[in-house]
């Protein structure tokens, strides 16, 4: 045996001396590595040997000093790697060894050793890089992660750096039940050491390491995150430290509260701390280093990606944040930044507001072009090249940021007159924008310009017009229209043909053949464009309409799709991978082509006036005949009808509802309203009449207009002086509420349908007085579906629903409460309701359920029809998701996120039981689709790991709820020999247990069918 520490240099064999003779990647064998790697070779053959007979490994000597050895052997050759290096066999050969002596020689209790290894593991792991991919890795990582607990930083910090190191090389992460549980006890270890931190008494590289860690974990196992953001008093120590530490500690809290806000639970705690978003804002100016500012812009953009994070974060905090993503912009020399700060106004100006003033006012239109114009040696040069779409030349993919032209439409769609001050100097940057857009957005070749463009270079300008012509701004609108047009107009109508003839020749071919969907996009987009600045075309309706409906069906039938990532490449953000408990809101929807058909669909629809697009008969109104309606009421526009009761994005829903609405329906149809067209006609329990002119009259019901249109009453103080008790059923006599002469009775009847079922039929020749008085009663939607106004961008499809009467609930509308006959029992609130209190106005539980129960209840002189409380035999759970129901016509779900998932199982089974009353009394009083819809939500929430559907089996089979039963049955039946082992069944009764062994039965059989 060698000396230990024998300083004699070993002579390469004949082998690697023959290696190193050949070309190529083996003259990389220096001596000196080959030096290093044969004493490493010595070193490792005192403790590595083979433990079986497949030549597999193993560390087997616990000598600490040769452990020592070993490491210390380890060091100077992990030093001399390289990535030309890490490729050839022989190294790593040599790798794979000492990654196995490091998973022996970390499982020692000597202190001093392990101080070495941790160093080590840090240098392999840290020089070798991605190439960790190639080695298996999991058992190193479980002993670092249980040295994280050591009390000596001087091992905790390495390994956590260690960790850190394989975990961002691992990326997506290899699942396995080992890897959790190691994960799992790297963040409890990570938290505890975040928690007990102390600067007196350890370094500050301990608690930015464990940042580090926690940070890494959190980005790439979503179950992480939950431990983390429910921990009060770790996220307490966080923003403490956040707010008070120095700029690297800060700048690292922000990465690890990026990872955690892919949680959308998690980014909503984060939202309610006031002093950490203001921080953030603080963090984002140019007094700090870039590498801080990214860090918070990045937070920002995680942060936005949600409506209510939106909300919470740009309401009253928007000046900074927007100041930070100017500074970020205006910094052309830092790619990066200026990188990150666009992505973050892209996210910003998705939603109207009032930070939208706060970027014109800022010149957003002049930093935007200061980016695309880069380093160009003149402002009148790149003035001038920008107007006539030349700026292209060989820099142009570097200067150009496709971020610019999404920013420019997001700016442009929401932009109120108010927010832009008009440039009328000669060359205003905003029309050098709009220039250059229009120039993009075609496929016609450019003037003076060779340069032919991509389709992804051109996708995100055309939207930018497109949207720019959806703009509210008139000067925007004008602006891109006569550029649009300038640049189209050479060919005239030829160009519309050209991309109707293309669109035709992609949706029309072989059905085997695949469509070219960005092809078709683009050709949609464009349309679109030429119909919205165009009034006349020469484009054929009939078959044009043919054409665009096969892509609409196709569409939503789901053979033809794509979404704009797919060919907007930037807008592959890194962090949407790793999102949970988030749901997209992008307006457009998924599939941008049904967007774009639709809307195509519609701006050809609404240019044709007065003449039948059907049988070519001159109208007075409308785009179909009376004789032809029922041609167009069928195929195509019945999908159309049936698109819009489905669960699709708002842009998709709002052109369906606009498009319809050319043909006479309006609105958009629910259950709820389609139950509360009953009422309409229902004199029973009415309080208000509308009296007309000539002596005609309407009744209504106050609650329903207070909560749906309450232009038609008169004040509430005064509804509420005149109210007088009139007799045994606690009845209010009529307030008459007289119209203006004006009103039409025939409209009046038309806007009441709507206001009841929120959806109407309106007659083309009553469309005038309909329209005007919608605008008189605010009924914003109806107005613009009836003046064919473009559907507002990011609109959202209004809801049927009757919260509002509830959330504005007055003695005068209080007649009865119901009361839950649980122990819990409630009082209910008779003003200034909120709908989590479980109360029901009698008269609008009528209506709105349209329950035989309650009318036999009210009409059959039982003593409960006369009692000011009804008892309910449910939970208060259950009650107060009932009262939901009464007034918007669908139950609360349960979102199957974080907080579902750790609950305890009592918890859970609280939550579940309460379907389970309301299954049972929808068969007691008659509640249509209440028992359907809680057996959709017990079932997308039944976890088969959890010990609450056992009990919910039992309380499902005690209520007589056999659908609840076999639903949760299927959902367990795998487990049945683990429940039967722990006697978990006992509680079960025979027949409900031989449902559970027929069930586990079935699923083994279709295993084995399987396999």
Request: proline share 3%; hydrophobic share 40%; with cysteine.
């Amino acid at each position: 045996m060698r000396p230990a520490f024998s300083a004699t240099r070993p002579s390469p064999s004949g082998r690697e001396k023959g290696r190193r003779k050949g070309g190529g990647a083996d003259q990389l064998l220096t001596d000196q590595v080959l030096s290093l790697r044969s004493r490493l070779h010595d070193a490792l053959a005192l403790g590595l040997a083979k433990s079986d007979g497949h030549g597999t490994k193993k560390w087997q000597s616990t000598d600490a000093g040769i452990q020592s050895h070993v490491l210390k052997a380890a060091v100077p050759f992990v030093g001399c790697l390289s990535n030309e290096l890490l490729k050839l066999a022989p190294i790593k050969e040599s790798i794979s060894d000492i990654l196995v002596a490091l998973e022996g020689i970390l499982k020692t209790k000597n202190v001093s050793v392990l101080i070495q290894a941790a160093d080590v593991s840090l240098k392999l792991v840290s020089s070798i890089g991605n190439s960790i991919r190639q080695y298996p890795t999991e058992e190193m990582a479980s002993l670092l992660s249980s040295q994280l607990s050591a009390e000596q930083p001087r091992i905790a910090v390495p390994c956590a750096a260690a960790l850190t190191c394989i975990l961002n090389s691992l990326v997506p992460a290899r699942t396995s039940a080992q890897a959790d549980i190691w994960v799992a006890h790297a963040v409890a270890s990570a938290i505890s050491a975040i928690q007990k931190y102390n600067c007196d008494v350890h370094p500050l590289n301990y608690l930015t390491e464990m940042i580090s860690l926690l940070r890494s974990i959190l980005w790439i196992w979503p179950s992480s995150r939950y431990p983390v953001w429910s921990n009060r008093n770790l996220m307490a120590k966080l923003t403490r430290y956040c707010l008070s530490a120095e700029i690297t500690v800060a700048a690292k809290i922000l990465k690890l509260y990026a990872a955690l806000a892919l949680c959308g639970d998690g980014a909503l705690v984060l939202l309610s701390s006031e002093e950490l978003i203001a921080k953030i804002g603080v963090l984002m100016g140019k007094s700090h280093p870039t590498f801080a500012r990214i860090e918070a812009l990045k937070l920002c953009q995680v942060l936005l990606r949600s409506s209510r994070g939106f909300d919470q974060l740009m309401t009253s905090h928007y000046l900074p944040i927007v100041e930070g993503i100017i500074d970020a912009m205006s910094e052309i020399e830092e790619k990066s930044l200026v990188t990150e700060g666009c992505r973050t106004a892209l996210l910003a100006l998705r939603y109207s507001g009032n930070h939208h003033r706060c970027f014109w006012s800022h010149s957003i239109d002049e930093v935007l072009y200061k980016i695309l114009a880069g380093n160009c040696s003149s402002e009148h040069q790149t003035h001038q090249m920008l107007c006539h779409g030349d700026l292209f030349n060989k820099n142009f993919k570097d200067i150009m940021n496709p971020y610019v032209w999404d920013i420019l439409g997001y700016l442009a769609v929401h932009c109120n007159k108010e927010y832009l001050p008009v440039r009328r100097r000669q060359h205003s940057s905003l029309q050098a924008l709009i220039s250059c857009a229009c120039s993009l957005a075609t496929d016609l070749p450019q003037k003076n310009s060779s340069m032919k463009f991509s389709r992804e270079d051109q996708e995100p300008a055309l939207r930018a017009v497109l949207m720019m012509l959806l703009s509210p701004s008139q000067y925007i609108f004008s602006e891109a229209s006569s550029k649009f047009l300038e640049v189209v107009l050479p060919l005239g109508d030829k160009y519309m043909n050209i991309l109707m003839s293309s669109l035709e020749s992609n949706v029309t071919r072989n059905l085997t053949a695949s469509f070219d969907c960005v092809k078709i996009m683009t050709s949609l987009m464009n349309l679109a464009c030429l119909l919205i600045v165009q009034s006349n075309h020469s484009l054929n309706e009939r078959n044009v309409i043919r054409v665009l409906s096969t892509v609409i069906m196709e569409c939503l039938h789901d053979r033809l799709y794509t979404t704009r990532s797919n060919i907007a490449s930037h807008l592959e953000f890194c962090f949407d991978g790793g999102s949970c408990c988030y749901i997209n809101e992008e307006w457009e929807g998924e599939n941008v082509i049904l967007f774009y058909g639709l809307m195509v669909l519609y701006n050809l629809l609404r240019r044709v006036d007065f003449v039948c697009i059907h049988c070519t008969k001159n109208l007075d109104a409308g785009i179909v005949c009376h004789d032809c309606r029922e041609y167009y009421s069928e195929g195509f526009f019945r999908v159309l009808e049936h698109a819009l009761c489905q669960n699709l994005s708002p842009g998709p829903k709002c052109y369906i509802a606009h498009i319809l609405s050319l043909f006479g329906p309006c609105g958009f149809p629910s259950k709820l309203g389609a139950k509360m067209r009953s009422a309409l006609c229902d004199s029973e329990l009415v309080d208000v009449e509308l009296l007309l002119a000539e002596g005609e009259s309407l009744s209504a019901h106050a609650a329903i207009l207070s909560a749906r249109c309450p232009k038609l009453l008169p004040s509430e103080k005064s509804l509420v002086h005149d109210g007088k008790m009139t007799d045994e059923w606690s009845r209010r006599s009529l307030y008459h509420v007289r119209m203006s002469d004006r009103v039409d009775s025939h409209a009046l009847k038309k806007v009441l349908e709507y206001v009841y079922t929120g959806f109407v039929t309106v007659d083309a020749d009553i469309v005038k007085p309909v329209k005007t008085l919608a605008k008189y009663c605010y009924l914003k939607s109806l107005q613009e579906m009836l003046q064919k106004e473009q559907p507002r961008w990011n609109s959202n499809c209004p809801k049927y629903d009757l919260t509002a009467a509830v959330e504005s609930a007055q003695d005068s509308f209080s007649d009865i409460i119901l009361e839950s006959q649980s122990k819990d029992k409630m009082d209910c609130l008779r003003s200034s309701c909120e709908l989590s209190t479980p109360h029901v106005h009698g008269h609008k539980i009528v209506l709105i359920m349209n329950s035989d129960y309650l009318r036999a209840l009210f009409r059959s002189g039982m003593h409960e029809s006369f009692s000011e409380a009804i008892k309910v035999p449910v939970g208060w759970q259950a009650l107060d998701k009932l009262v939901k129901w009464f007034y918007s016509g669908e139950l609360p779900r349960i979102a199957p996120d974080c907080r579902w998932k750790n609950m305890s199982s009592e918890e859970q089974l609280s939550h579940l039981k309460a379907y389970a009353e309301l299954s049972s009394l929808a068969e007691f009083w008659f509640l249509e689709g209440v028992k359907e819809e809680s057996l959709d939500v017990v079932t997308s929430c039944l976890n088969s790991s959890t010990n609450a559907s056992v009990e919910f089996i039992s309380f499902a089979a005690n209520l007589g709820q056999w659908e609840l039963v076999e639903a949760t049955i299927g959902s367990v039946a795998h487990l049945y020999p683990r429940l039967r082992d722990s006697g978990q069944l006992e509680r079960l009764d025979e027949d409900v247990l031989n449902m559970l062994r027929t069930e586990y039965v079935r699923y083994s059989q279709h295993r084995g069918g399987r396999n």
